[in-house]
């Protein structure tokens, strides 16, 4: 039914977007970036923050401020619009939107399982996990020794059960392993949420496809720089690979065998749309290739807003969102430790 979703997307789904499209209006712009790259303590990235629409959250906190404060308070504004859109929304909007945070969840798993390896205290972890990726016996996962266990005792009741189908072993978890399951969990996450926006179709499933597409790309190129030196087989990486995308099938194949940074530049500048990505990169370097990803994703999430009736919008939002998030944090390290020369290296300026 694509081009039809203006009969009847407002029904349900008119006021939330209206909703979204206000909060994009209040993401920071260039010139607010300039002035908090300026700024020479944290006292003076709060007060500017002040005048936005992070004000609320952080005017009441008390000198001196720390990184994580600014960082939580943030987050917190992300999570209540999150919570506040997850209320009004019906279904199918409502589980579209469940999708976004199974991504946290994955993340916080994989961290309170590190954690619990190298023996850090679980509400120490608990106090790191990111709030939208939260579920009630998560605290239990300290107690898992394999992957088996961790799926009976407590998997088994969260949105990540029909996941972890593909990582239950008995071997026990070791560093090695539990990056694998990440990247196991995150492929059949990426391939379930992909599933369910062509179910939805429509302008959701056409422009959803592009950013999952992309974002399957990415995590693909992280998979196998990252596998690089270390005793994963061509056949283990291979595995780790989303079956969707614009590398699936041939360039996958490709990555695959692939044993230095410049053989997988190789591979994607065969490949138009990352052409520009790897032009930005001197050979042998991948340092700066996370933010020459981020600014690519950027412009395509910026682009979901130029089309009406579909929930793309709640997904690009959340993800700009999260990128300004780390914008601030990386402004707000610099500032607290006096590196101000380095404080326009990883921030991608969103408009």
């Known amino acids: 039914m694509y081009g039809f979703e203006a009969l009847a997307f407002n029904i349900h789904g008119g006021f939330l977007e209206a909703i979204v499209r206000g909060h994009r209006a209040g993401l920071l712009t260039a010139a607010d970036y300039n002035n908090l790259c300026q700024c020479e303590t944290l006292d003076d990235i709060k007060m500017h923050l002040c005048a936005t629409e992070y004000g609320p959250y952080l005017q009441n906190e008390p000198s001196p401020l720390h990184t994580t404060t600014i960082v939580e308070k943030c987050t917190l504004k992300l999570v209540d619009e ?127 496809s592009d950013l999952l597409a992309y974002e399957a790309d990415r995590r693909a190129v992280n998979i196998t720089i990252n596998s690089i030196g270390t005793e994963l087989t061509r056949d283990d990486r291979r595995k780790l690979y989303s079956s969707f995308g614009l590398l699936y099938p041939y360039g996958h194949e490709e990555l695959a065998v692939c044993e230095d940074i410049d053989q997988v530049r190789g591979v994607m500048e065969k490949y138009p749309p990352y052409q520009s990505i790897f032009a930005k990169l001197s050979y042998g370097e991948s340092q700066m290739l996370d933010k020459a990803f981020y600014e690519e994703e950027v412009k395509r999430l910026c682009l979901a807003f130029e089309q009406q009736f579909h929930y793309a919008v709640f997904f690009a939002y959340m993800r700009l969102r999260e990128q300004e998030i780390r914008n601030l944090m990386w402004i707000s390290e610099c500032v607290a430790q006096n590196q101000k020369s380095r404080v326009h290296d990883s921030v991608v300026f969103i408009f």
């Open 82 to 208: 999150y919570k506040h859109m997850l209320c009004q929304a019906t279904e199918p909007l409502s589980t579209f939107l469940e999708y976004i945070t199974y991504g946290h969840m994955i993340d916080n798993v994989v961290l309170i399982v590190t954690g619990t390896l190298h023996e850090r205290d679980v509400q120490e972890l608990l106090e790191k996990c990111h709030p939208l990726g939260m579920f009630d016996s998560i605290a239990t996962l300290a107690v898992a020794q394999n992957m088996r266990e961790l799926y009976r005792l407590v998997l088994v009741d969260t949105p990540l059960a029909p996941y972890f189908s593909e990582c239950i072993t008995s071997e026990d978890l070791d560093d090695m392993n539990i990056e694998i399951m990440r990247n196991t969990l995150y492929k059949a996450y990426l391939e379930d949420f992909y599933k369910f926006c062509q179910k939805l179709g429509g302008a959701t499933a056409e422009i959803m």
